[in-house]
């Protein structure tokens, strides 16, 4: 017995420093890992000829029946990622526009310059 105490506390030491390196590995490849962006996701793909609720909802990032003030609300965040005077697509600030008229009800045709 007096010669199996030192084998099983040397195994049990190898056991710890294998599973420490693979901790400190693990560890290394969370902090290394590329980073995703937890910002808001918005509308991706292209646009309709005519604009319609769905489409308006998806790019302002809000359901189709919301109340005017969370769409006025998504429609200022959504203009200031995009802003034309902060280097943001005139096209884009267009569709963004056309959206929340879309969506209050202000549309009268397509209403889009382009």
Same mark, same amino acid.
């Given at each position: 017995?007096?010669?199996?105490?030192?084998? %099983?506390? *040397? #195994?049990?030491?190898?056991? =710890?420093?294998?599973?420490? +390196?693979?901790?400190?590995?693990?560890?290394?490849?969370?902090?290394?890992?590329?980073?995703?962006?937890?910002?808001?996701?918005?509308?991706?793909?292209?646009?309709?000829?005519?604009?319609?609720?769905?489409?308006?909802?998806? %790019?302002? *990032? #809000?359901?189709?029946?919301? =109340?005017?003030?969370?769409? +006025?609300?998504?429609?200022?965040?959504?203009?200031?990622?995009?802003?034309?005077?902060?280097?943001?697509?005139?096209?884009?600030?267009?569709?963004?526009?056309?959206?929340?008229?879309?969506?209050?009800?202000?549309?009268?045709?397509?209403?889009?310059?382009?």
């Amino acid at each position: 017995m007096s010669q199996a105490t030192p084998f %099983i506390a *040397g #195994v049990a030491i190898a056991a =710890a420093a294998i599973a420490g +390196k693979y901790g400190v590995e693990a560890w290394h490849a969370f902090r290394t890992r590329p980073a995703v962006p937890r910002l808001r996701k918005f509308y991706e793909g292209g646009f309709q000829p005519t604009m319609t609720r769905r489409e308006a909802a998806l %790019i302002l *990032g #809000v359901r189709e029946s919301v =109340a005017q003030e969370k769409i +006025k609300e998504a429609h200022r965040k959504v203009m200031v990622a995009n802003h034309p005077d902060a280097g943001g697509s005139d096209y884009l600030a267009t569709k963004i526009n056309e959206a929340k008229d879309v969506l209050l009800g202000q549309r009268r045709g397509s209403g889009s310059a382009f």
